[in-house]
């Protein structure tokens, strides 16, 4: 749909993003495709839950969350209840993506 003019940073009515519905899947080429098409790593849904945020939550996505990181999404960013990609990445106790933020 990019390829034919869709905008890659054009949100629902929840204001996620592609890249913010990616993250949530765990769509690593997907992801990785959004980034090199212009997507913005720091937008976020309603919630103010960003695409780290989201990667956070799933423990397989440690890739994930280096590339989003690389491309400059902010680790320090907190949602409209506090909570940070590190916070969160703790609360679903995923042990490496906890280490790699904190480092």
Known sequence: LVEQGAKVNQSDKENASPLINACRSADDTTIKYLIDQGA???????????????????NESLTIVKYLVE??????YKNKHGYSPLITACQYQHQEIVQYLVE
């Open 40 to 58: 913005d790593v720091n937008h976020h849904d309603i919630n103010g839950i960003t695409p780290l945020m989201y990667a956070c939550e799933r």
């Open 71 to 76: 491309h400059g999404a902010k680790i320090n």
